[in-house]
């Protein structure tokens, strides 16, 4: 029998509920839309953005529903007069009030109103102002419109535009707003719903970032009187933490659930076939969030049935979007408080046609080994690995993580071929990495039982949550965290399955340890293993390609594919020229955080990029494709002379000069030009079209290297004086070794001498 107290509490509560003040009170009157703004609100802060419901321009390509493309911005409700004005925070700095810099940093940082309202009464209670934003959200708003200024839309027609309804909550706001534009090229409407959301009056403790482990970074300006301004970089992350209740079982080692737990919603536009495989994706993540006392961190649903209440473009819905846009892509986003962090919204969004290049990747990485990725459409269990895989990954980036670009050179190249290996440790160390596929595995592994896809999670992933979310237990300031956090890493030592590398935004990486693509700890085993494992495919692509079902588009897609990964492996292995292996984290004493690759390294390397320059035409100029699908001569031409490019841009031969410097026994400039023309004479002989047109690109590489005679230039200086007097030095060796090649037969003879010429003209 429940006791009479109990129901009255419960009444009590229910009572409470009901009669709550909502965040912001909105009054429809007809058509005219009303918020009654409470004293108590004013001076908060607020988080106000948008989110794209719908949308009809089909030159909005990367534009679509369901998208927040702009970051959300702080606000604050003022009350001046007889107006409200809406002031927007984008200023964050870290003071102590007790500083004598305060009150000073306070007068330099004053906001400004952006928006204004006029006041049209008090509230009954005589503690609240009541303005009109009909007009406000019937129109563009600029501080939170979803979209680009260069995204044209023609005149706005307020007469078939407006508010579509307006929802309140405890803590946020939602507003539905249609808008038609006329007079532009083309039609262009877009649905828009805007969120005001109240953000805590106390933020999440941030938490410092550190350069060995890789997540989003937020910086705010730290300042103290009499001292230098610093800037503290912090990490963007959830608010994981225990019930208040459970913390003492929390701190005893015990699994409890977190106070929020994240909730992923999945759309219901997918294959239902998809959807364990997305779900499984989604909640891969709690396992390593068991590893630091936490279970059902992340749970993923599917769309809730006939619940009217249920919308998945509220601010406080975390969805895996479908985006049925032409584009093989998929991104995990997330929106944070900036004041301290806490990631407030995430979502994973899925292109279209991203399975295709889940497919392509399986089958040019591994149909060489795995007979299964032979087949045009492949089964319900590989499809559901593969995506599986990607969902997670983009999770992986809702969470806050970075990319790891060091976690597939974690691995021995050799260690890719054991089964015992693969099995328990994938292709890479985090699924944060792009190793895509085992395509270091051979003819014969995949029967042996060597796995030919990454992991679930790797080592890496385990550390990476460890760090961003260990609930520590008596910290509260983030220099409180620092001991145990820094503990995390020392306990770790030099495991290079812990080892972290952020993605770098450059065609050739500076770091080999570090580069998306790459597998295993020697690229010149990974690449050599990949390329003889391409021309198997080669080999057998119209065979296995007509018998699984596949026709002449299937083989110009696969063809190209597999052409830009033969020529991927080669590029790979440029990152060892010139390259620098980048140690992340402080440097203590005795450290080192610059090791540059070895001079017999580099000298490999480059061996090994010039043999495989010769002999990839005989493997990718096949009559029988060409026959099928065109020729294609013009491609491999074109390939092959921007790896030669490459060989000499103001890329390379820097890195060369600055790698030099860091050890007397690395490999000098000299060195690296004297050996790139030996191997360009000996291993290229100049008889066929392809030869005769890597020697062109090179004499013109070289040259344009050298600068020195060339007129108009600005004064060469610096590094680039270092390079052009030893282009310009092995010009000259160069010119007397073509004379001598010169007396062969007329062809030849006319090559050589068409080369000296480009040489000699000015």
Known sequence: ????????????????????????????????????????????????????????SPSAKVYAAGQMRRPPVVIRFSKRDKSIVIEEVNNFVEVDKNNPIYEALQRNMKVGGVDIFEIESRGLSGKSSIIDVTNYFSQEVQLAWPLPDNVKKGRLESKL???????????HINIRSYYEFLGGKETFTITVQYFMLLLSKEPMVSRFNDDRVGFQPYNKKSFSSGSPIKTNSYISRWRVEPKPDDRLTHLKGELVEPQKPITVY????????????????????????KNIGFKN?????????NDSLFDPYDIKTNVVRYIPLEEA???????????????????????????????????????????????????????????????????????????NMRSSYAYPADSLRSPSFTNRYGTT??????????????????????????????????????????????????????????SLFRSKGSDPMYLFAPFITAAISPDPSSQSESLGDDILVSSLNGILNTRIILDSLKKWTFSAGGGVKD??????????????????????????????????EGDVKYVPVTAQRQREALNFIIEQIKEAPQHLERDD?????????????????????????????????????LSKSSYSIREYLQDLDELIWKKLGGNTAIEINLHMTYIQMLKSASRINLKGDEPVVGISAVISEACYKQMSKTAERIKKLSKGSKPVREHYRFLLDIIESR
């Open 555 to 588: 083989i110009e897609s696969r063809y190209d594919a597999l052409s830009k990964q033969y020529f991927r492996y080669i590029s790979l292995s440029m990152s060892y020229l010139g390259g620098i292996y980048t140690i992340q984290g402080p440097v203590g």
């Open 625 to 661: 494709i060409s026959a099928i699908i065109g020729p294609l001569t013009d491609n491999v031409l074109k390939k092959e002379s921007e790896l030669i490019s490459a060989l000499l841009n103001n890329f390379t031969l820097p890195r060369i000069v600055n790698s030099s410097s």
């Open 1 to 56: 029998m429940i006791k009479k107290t109990t129901l009255l509490s419960v009444l009590l509560l229910c009572l409470s509920a009901a009669y709550a003040q909502p965040f912001i009170n909105v009054i429809k009157t007809g058509n005219r839309y009303k918020f009654e703004i409470q004293d108590s609100l004013l001076g908060r802060d607020i988080l106000f953005g948008s989110r794209i419901v719908d949308l009809s």
């Open 429 to 486: 160390a985090s699924i944060m990495d792009y190793a895509r596929n085992n395509h270091i595995a051979r003819p014969g592994d995949y029967e042996r039982g060597v796995k030919m896809t990454p992991p679930v999670l790797g080592p890496y992933d385990y550390l990476s949550i460890e760090y961003g979310y260990k609930y520590i237990h008596g910290a509260d300031s983030p220099s409180g965290e620092l001991p145990v956090l820094d």
């Open 297 to 305: 961190t992340i749970i993923a649903k599917e769309f809730p049935i």
């Open 329 to 403: 892509n998929a991104a995990g986003q997330i929106w944070c408080d900036p004041r301290s962090g806490e990631i407030i919204n995430g979502e994973v969004l899925w292109w279209n046609n991203v399975v295709n290049l889940l497919n392509m990747w399986r089958f040019t990485q591994t149909a060489a080994v795995d007979p299964r990725a032979r087949a045009i459409k492949y089964d319900r269990e590989m499809t559901g690995e593969m995506i599986r895989y990607a969902i997670a990954h983009e999770v992986g980036h809702m969470l806050g993580l970075q990319h």
């Open 161 to 171: 535009s407006g508010i579509q309804f307006i929802r309140q909550f405890d803590d």
């Open 266 to 289: 999945i759309e219901p536009y997918f294959p239902k076939e998809w959807i364990q495989y997305i779900k499984l994706g989604v909640e891969d993540w709690n396992d390593a969030f």
